[in-house]
């Protein structure tokens, strides 16, 4: 078992030496002063070193291994972005410094929310959330706001299609407002006619993703659109996952009024680690007055941040949100171009379509016809035949180095897998993964044991989930 870095401490060891200090000394008083000496980690600079590489080593990662979680997004995050992120002139500017001091930053959050705006068909964008949940509360006040300014007080409810990820009825919650679910049709898309029933006076708006997360394209949105804006709704775009779509088609375009982006997904940030992220939020004309505050405007060639908006809903986060995100989505946007961003939604559509032709025989499709960039498929056949389940499944591919997709999601498919190969992989990798299980379905059929063994090469096998989330152990005492 590895240890943590204070076990390995031996006192007086060291990594660095610091100068003398040039402070004169202060002796504080005896009542503040602490007891013991605190347990700061004393090791050599080798044993440091290896400690964090051992580490790092143990963590699954896009760079060491392919990650096809889906609904996440884990494609290869160019380095040049951190190259731009680390630079100077962006790392070393204070958010109270003036806008005539920084004209360089509130240039690129200008020119990026401009792209952004151009990409999704949007009137204008704030940058502030910090992630994409944030985003959805922040667009779904907006909507409220919309509503109440308008003394349509009655409107309460959000339609949320079952297949939604879990962030969106959660966020429409948290923003005050009723969830109705939406079941979803035979193909997989919104049953119409269970929209049109649900859809009446209190309805304030419909929060979709497109393509939702079975991977299929709503082809019936514009007709969705046209049922929620008759009766005085609005519509919520959740992009956080922009990949199918990106320099295809627009949200705007198909009737919608509110979007929000994931840029640490589509966009490249790494987030493995859970940040940080950043969930930018555009929105149609006639609710560009309610965006967070402040907002980064031009005049003439001059930038500068809009504080005093009457009806905005208020700060949704300190400062502009994060900031160096910015710069790597901005880095991205500009690498790739306008016919790079529309190669790379294509390709990644491409791999989903040929991943699922390959392994859909063997594991089965709930929903037939083409797939965004990302599919759905169900071990459920598997289970019923051999016991062998998505979870088995999934461990037994962690000894082939590859991340498992998402499981057991979306909750409308039994036994479902996600798989989202996204762009940046080759066909040697496509046809590796499928191969592999390919060959974990024989298993299950030859030898299931060893499945229900899976992982062995890892450092720790199967967890006893149930004990892990009931009575989980989140401090762990260190015998020094
Ligand atoms: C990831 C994701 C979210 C939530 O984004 P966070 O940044 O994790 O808060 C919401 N909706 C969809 C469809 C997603 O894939």
């Known amino acids: 078992m590895m240890k943590l870095i204070f076990e390995i401490t031996k006192e007086d060891r060291r990594s660095v030496r610091l100068p003398m200090s040039t402070i004169p000394s202060f002796n504080i008083p005896k009542e503040y002063a602490r007891g013991q000496r605190p347990h700061l980690p004393e090791v050599s600079k080798i044993d440091l070193v290896r400690h964090y590489t051992a580490l790092s080593l143990r963590t699954h990662g896009v760079d060491n291994g392919f990650y096809p979680l889906g609904s996440c997004t884990m494609k290869y995050n160019p380095k040049v972005n951190e190259k731009t992120a680390s630079l100077v002139g962006f790392t070393n500017i204070h958010p109270l410094q003036s806008a005539q001091e920084t004209q360089g930053a509130l240039e690129l959050m200008y020119d990026l929310k401009t792209m952004l705006c151009e990409i999704t068909g949007m009137y204008d964008m704030t940058m502030q959330p910090a992630a994409g949940a944030h985003g959805e509360w922040t667009g779904l006040m907006m909507m409220k706001k919309y509503h109440e300014m308008r003394g349509d007080t009655q409107k309460r409810v959000i339609l949320v299609p079952d297949s939604a990820h879990g962030t969106n009825p959660a966020s429409a919650h948290v923003a005050g407002f009723d969830v109705k679910s939406i079941p979803s049709a035979a193909d997989g898309g919104v049953d119409l006619e269970a929209l049109r ?33 008759e009766a005085g709704g609005l519509l919520y775009y959740d992009g956080a996952n922009l990949n199918a779509i990106m320099g295809q088609v627009r949200p705007g375009d198909m ?32 609710l560009a007055q309610f965006l967070p505050t402040p907002n980064v405007e031009k005049k003439g060639d001059t930038y500068f941040l809009q504080h005093d908006n009457e009806d905005s809903i208020g700060s949704v986060k300190s400062f502009y949100g994060h900031f160096l995100t910015l710069v790597r989505a ?44 990302e599919f759905v498929m169900t071990a459920q056949k598997l289970k019923e035949e051999t016991g062998i389940s998505a979870m088995d499944v999934a461990k037994a591919l962690l000894d082939e180095g590859i991340h498992p997709p998402t499981v057991y999601f979306p909750l409308i498919v039994k036994e479902a897998m996600m798989v989202e190969p996204t762009e940046t992989e080759s066909i040697e990798t496509l046809d590796h993964a499928c191969d592999v299980l390919l060959s974990i379905a024989r298993i299950a059929k030859e030898d299931p044991q060893q499945l229900h063994d899976a992982p062995v090469t890892t450092v720790i096998s199967r967890l006893d989930e149930v004990e892990a989330a009931r009575n989980p152990i989140l401090r762990y005492s260190i015998s020094l």
């Open 197 to 229: 029933d649900a859809v009446g006076d209190d309805t304030a708006g419909l929060m979709l993703t497109n393509p939702n997360t079975l991977g299929i394209f709503e082809s019936r949105i514009v007709e969705m659109a046209k049922i929620v804006h």
């Open 255 to 286: 009737g919608f009024d509110v979007i929000h982006l994931n840029l640490h997904k589509t966009f490249s940030t790494p987030h493995g680690g859970g940040g940080p992220g950043s969930g930018p939020v555009g929105c149609a004309k006639r």
């Open 330 to 373: 901005y880095t991205y946007i500009l690498s790739l171009g306008a016919d790079g961003l529309s190669d790379a939604s294509r390709i990644a559509v491409l791999n989903a379509n040929y991943m699922m032709a390959r392994l859909k025989d063997t594991y089965t499709v709930p929903f037939n016809g083409l797939c965004m960039h």
